[in-house]
């Protein structure tokens, strides 16, 4: 078992990308450019194939770069304003390294695989210069904006935000009626007399209540609604970016690993209580297998609309006496 590394734990619980506007002269040289690329070449690469490269940019190279964008803006539709924020980008930054993904053909490691491992080499490199003492951001957003009127885009976008707003006006109006229905029309109240205005009073208290909170909640709503179509985004960038890659199963794949990422978070959530950082991945590591089952099922439930929104409290529950039944194993 590897010893703990305490420092380049709390490096990574404490790290912060740089915004891409605030990163000025002076930048690494090479010499102390080269171990930063190294470390960031120790990323998980199923089959050692390396499918990726990198570009470094300094000043000349950046200057080049910068004086294209404007045509090739035009030439992919970009709003001139964004290009022209993509330009001085480019023009400003003392030193840009660019990760290019390059799979390669293999039966054993699948293409997209190989792309991940690009996207992991892209996070080694920030996390390697952030850890040498440099500004750094990964900046990857050209692409996405370009992509934003894509149609699937516009439909993910428009059912998120309607579905939120269908959901609060819902419970807005169930709320309005459950007050109506509980508070009288009038009472009589000792020194007052008979009062006929408590529901009206009691209905603009609660139009006023569900604004408030339809502030609070209409972030994480709309997350939670939007994230059930994620996968036509990502299929939409597959089309546009990486053609010719193999068909997926999108709600298998989706409850796959939605199961992955919500069986680990939720049992070391519930695991960490009791037996701390190091107990609580041990833990889930011996019994990963029954974790990620569990998640998977959980998963399951976020395929439908206004039921997603119990899995947080669910999985609280559900990864709470999981942890305490391996636990007394």
Known sequence: MPEANQAALDFLLTRRSRPAKTLTAPAPTRTELMPLLTAAARTPDHGKLEPWRFIVLERGGLERVAAMVPARGKALGIDPDKAEKNRTMFADAPLMVAVISSPVENEKVPRIEQVYSAGAVCLSLLNAALASGW???????????????????????????????????????????????????????????????????????????????????????????????????????????????????????????????????????????REGLEGARHLRKRHAGQIWLAGTVMAIPLSVPLVNLLMPILGAATFTHMYHRLAGR
């Open 135 to 273: 500004g750094a951001n990964w900046v990857s957003g050209a692409k996405a904006l370009a992509q934003l009127p894509d149609r699937r885009f516009r439909h993910v976008l428009l059912m998120g935000l309607g579905l939120t707003i269908a959901l609060l006006a819902g419970a807005t109006v169930l709320f309005g009626w459950l007050v109506g229905f509980f508070v009288p029309d009038s009472v009589t109240l000792w020194g007052l007399g008979e009062v006929n205005w408590l529901d009206s009073l009691a209905s603009w208290a609660t139009v006023l209540l569900m604004i408030v909170l339809s502030v609070v909640l209409m972030v994480p709503v709309a997350a939670a609604f939007t994230g059930i179509f994620l996968d036509e985004v990502a299929e939409a960038v597959e089309d546009k970016h990486y053609p010719g890659l193999a068909p997926v199963g999108h709600i298998p794949l989706f409850w796959a690993v939605n199961g992955l990422l919500l069986g680990r978070e939720f049992f070391q959530m519930a695991a960490v209580r």
